[in-house]
């Protein structure tokens, strides 16, 4: 869940925190393949550092800009992300080293911007020292921040 309040998920508002070691923002239209691979490696670069949440639809900025993006897509993503964070990964990632959640966006009068959502990845730093590797291609490669 996640540690913001609701009222921040209003178009153009200000994220509460900048961006830095362990918050990342990313201003995408919706393409599955882009997201999955910016989401395993800055995943990957937070286990491998403090945890951290990365923000699909706010901008270098801070504000929160929406990424249009319908119920079938989010499922698809959800079950892509859950299949790599099992076998992209190594080691492979427990439930409780992730969340991920999709904010409404709202506009100005309170009213819901139809498919535009801000969607939160967060990497939680497990117990160990271990680091964490993303399968590219044939190679298993670590990021870090």
């Known amino acids: 869940m996640s540690a913001f309040d609701a009222r921040v998920w209003v178009f153009q508002n200000q994220m509460p925190e900048n961006e830095g070691l362990t918050i990342e923002f990313k ?3 919706w393409e599955l393949r882009k997201f999955r691979a ?4 800055v995943v990957c670069a937070f286990l491998n ?3 951290g949440s990365l ?3 706010v901008d270098d900025q801070g ?3 929406g990424t249009k993006l319908t119920q ?3 499922d ?3 079950q892509h992300m859950n299949n790599d964070f099992h076998h992209m990964f190594h080691p492979t990632l427990d439930i409780s080293n992730y969340a991920i959640q999709r904010h409404q966006v709202f506009d100005r009068e309170g009213f819901a911007i139809t498919d535009s959502f801000v969607i939160e990845i967060k990497a939680i730093k497990p117990q160990s020292d271990e680091t964490y590797f993303v399968k590219e291609r044939q ?4 990021f870090y921040r």
Request: proline letters at 4%; zero cysteines; hydrophobic letters at 35%.
């Open 63 to 65: 504000r929160i800009v």
């Open 49 to 51: 550092s403090e945890g």
């Open 38 to 41: 910016t989401t395993n490696m």
């Open 27 to 29: 201003d995408y239209s």
């Open 139 to 142: 190679n298993w490669i670590p």
């Open 72 to 74: 079938e897509q989010y």
């Open 55 to 57: 923000f699909f639809g």
């Open 76 to 78: 698809q993503f959800l």
